[in-house]
Nanobody, 124 residues
Framework: QVQLVESGGGLVQAGGSLRLSCAAS????????MGWFRQAPGKEREFVAA????????YYADSVKGRFTISRDNAKNTVYLQMNSLKPEDTAVYYC?????????????????WGQGTQVTVSS
């Protein structure tokens, strides 16, 4: 099992940038594919980005493609989400998640471990 703790959220103006981090406990971090999801008020949780165990393969939601970058440092047991050109519609609680499935995992139900979330607010 892996436990996840997100950080790096905050308030930023539209057009600005933030980098989210997700620190994982345990010695098997590189056995998990990782993903970021978000949930805006009154909306369902949605997929943002995913990354394979090695970090070579990635996948993004159309809404963030070209603006967000997911990466990982297996030596530091950490996954990142670099968010650029932020828009007010990016405002949400962002969650990182871990999946034992091989490859890039897009389905929310395939993730077994979740962090507590970090708030990102983008003002217009």
């Amino acid at each position: 099992q892996v436990q996840l703790v997100e950080s790096g959220g905050g308030l930023v103006q539209a057009g600005g940038s933030l980098r989210l981090s997700c620190a994982a406990s345990g010695r098997t971090f590189d056995s998990y594919a990782m993903g970021w999801f978000r949930q805006a008020p009154g909306k369902e949780r949605e997929f943002v980005a995913a990354l394979s165990r090695s970090g070579v393969s990635t996948y993004y939601a159309d809404s963030v493609k070209g603006r967000f970058t997911i990466s990982r440092d297996n030596a530091k047991n950490t996954v990142y989400l670099q968010m650029n050109s932020l828009k007010p519609e990016d405002t949400a609680v962002y969650y990182c998640a871990a999946s034992p499935i091989l490859g890039v995992v897009r389905g929310m139900n395939d993730y077994t471990n979740w962090g507590q979330g970090t708030q990102v607010t983008v003002s217009s």
